[in-house]
């Protein structure tokens, strides 16, 4: 999905985490501006927040982050400051959330064991 930040559409998103830190980030629309934003400050790359929409009963993307990333067969991801209401210590200027779908293809490994694919959890057992 597209992401929005201050007004301005970023498409086409690439990022490439080491450590919790995006060391590789391209866009295909929007680039510079991704870029000028995560690079603001020390915290602008690291991965502040991640989590997996579980909510089936919204079926499109509306262009409004809040909605967008509870959407079931999503992820979401925000670049920058952690919440902190979430315990998280990591400080930014910026806190830029992005959607991801999962449902056409992708998988989630934890601790080297699938976890998530296509966007359902992976239940064995």
């Keep these: 999905y ?16 080491q450590n919790g830190r995006a060391v590789e980030i391209s866009a295909e629309k929007g ?7 995560v690079d603001l400050d020390a915290g602008g790359r690291v991965l502040g927040e991640f989590a997996i929409g579980t909510n089936m009963g919204i079926q499109q993307f509306t ?29 930014s200027q910026i806190h830029w959330d992005m959607v991801h779908g999962m ?18 959890f992976v239940i064995e057992g």
């Design 31 to 37: 680039e510079d501006f991704l870029l000028s934003q």
């Design 63 to 91: 262009g409004e982050t809040l909605f967008d990333e509870k959407i079931g067969g999503t992820i979401h991801m925000a670049l920058g400051e952690s919440i902190a209401e979430s315990h998280g210590v990591n400080k």
């Design 103 to 120: 449902r056409g293809g992708g998988e989630i490994y934890v601790d080297g064991e699938l976890f998530y694919r296509d966007g359902e």
């Design 2 to 17: 597209p992401t929005v930040y201050y007004g301005r559409e970023v498409n086409g998103v690439k990022l490439t985490f």
